[in-house]
């Protein structure tokens, strides 16, 4: 009888390795191969939003790149995204507003990619922040009053006569309607550069036009 009760609880509950094992593949991290710095150009942003946040396309703001995340990605797909967790703290907020420049663009950036990072928010933010310091905005797109006509290739081989320790195909552009809408920077997991791979995408057209900062 002993035995037979023994046997049926055990077919209930499972054994303790098989608890075990599920709660370890239940709390596994996500994986991803390297991140993607995608660098947004707000003027396109700016020009073909409807819901134009003051902060970022205000008047006089003269906002030109932003950071729009640091996304785990793999080599041949897009990486994981929105893993879980909880909203992002007021004061990691107000850190990162220098970079990202409205509040609900942190806290997307965080619920989209930075919880599929395997980091807590302070650690996530804080490497988004050392890989946007780590790179060079070329000088003809700091502030440039005029549109520019260019092709996706001299866009990437200015930022990487501006980063000469990067590798050249480290850098891709992404366009919406015929203009600039990203240039994005890959980098391994410890933020060294690296080249990207086909997952990180590439504007295909022979010339976008660059937006003017307002």
């Known amino acids: 009888m002993r035995i037979a009760l023994l046997l049926a609880a055990l077919l209930i509950t499972g054994t303790p390795s098989d608890a075990k094992k599920k709660k370890t593949k239940s709390s596994a991290s996500p994986t991803f191969t390297y991140y993607m710095l995608t660098l947004s150009w707000a003027p396109d942003f700016c020009a073909h939003s409807n819901s134009k946040d003051p902060a970022e396309c205000g008047p006089g703001r003269k906002i030109g790149f932003v950071v729009h995340g640091l996304w785990p990605q793999g080599d041949t797909s897009r990486g994981p995204e929105n893993c879980g967790g909880s909203p992002v703290a007021q004061s990691i907020v107000q850190t990162m507003l220098p970079y990202i420049p409205t509040a609900s663009l942190v806290q997307h950036d965080w619920k989209t990619h ?20 780590g790179v060079k905005i070329p000088d003809d797109f700091q502030s440039p009053a005029q549109s520019q006509a260019l092709s996706p290739g001299q866009i990437e081989s200015a930022f990487a006569t501006a980063n000469p320790a990067y590798p050249a195909q480290a850098f891709r552009t992404s366009c919406t ?14 933020l060294s550069p690296r080249a990207c791979t086909s997952s990180a995408g590439e504007c295909s057209t022979a010339s976008m036009t660059v937006l003017p900062v307002k």
């Open 177 to 190: 309607s015929g203009a600039l809408q990203e240039v994005r920077i890959c980098f391994n997991k410890d």
């Open 114 to 133: 930075g919880t599929c990072s395997g980091l807590s928010a302070a650690d996530y933010f804080a490497t988004v922040r050392k890989a946007r310091d």
